[in-house]
């Protein structure tokens, strides 16, 4: 679907707005989306101190949320709403306080109606956080729902 609505179709910066207005959840996590196109999104998550653990770190749940957003978006670019079957992370290092995660999903495989995408999550400075998977089926909706 090419339609002025389909977020798949816009410049990024439409594609946040449809965000904070259709997915509170990542609006209230705060990403910000600094790139979208088929089959790849980048987002970009400042940590703020209610996002850290009880060791001062940046909370494995506010990983894997900014992982699952930037998987969503990635997987929904081509026209047919898509719903996560399988994800896993592995995290390697973790975030800190003043850090900048930046998140970003790309499409490894895409078939008729499964698509595989590799998500990875690094700081500012480039260091890997965490490795993230995830196996999307594709419905038969245009995206987005009517």
Not at 57 to 67: C, P, R, S, Y
Not at 104 to 122: F, P, T
Request: with cysteine; net charge neutral; aromatic share 8%.
């Amino acid at each position: 679907m090419n339609s002025p609505e389909n977020p798949a179709h816009q410049p990024h910066h439409a594609v946040q707005a449809w965000l904070d207005t259709r997915d509170p959840f990542s609006a209230w996590l705060g990403v910000i989306i600094e790139e979208v196109r088929p089959g790849y999104c980048r987002l970009r998550l400042p940590v703020r101190p209610e996002m850290l653990n009880g060791f001062g770190m940046v909370h494995g749940g506010v990983t894997f949320a900014a992982a699952d957003t930037a998987f969503s978006i990635a997987c929904n670019t081509h026209g047919r709403q898509s719903v996560g079957l399988t994800v896993t992370i592995d995290y390697l290092e973790p975030g800190r306080p003043g850090d900048t995660i930046i998140i970003e999903a790309q499409e490894a495989s895409l078939k008729h109606r499964v698509g595989v995408y590799e998500v990875g999550i690094r700081n500012q400075s480039g260091l890997r956080l965490a490795l993230f998977k995830g196996t999307a089926y594709r419905t038969s909706t245009e995206n987005p729902p009517s």
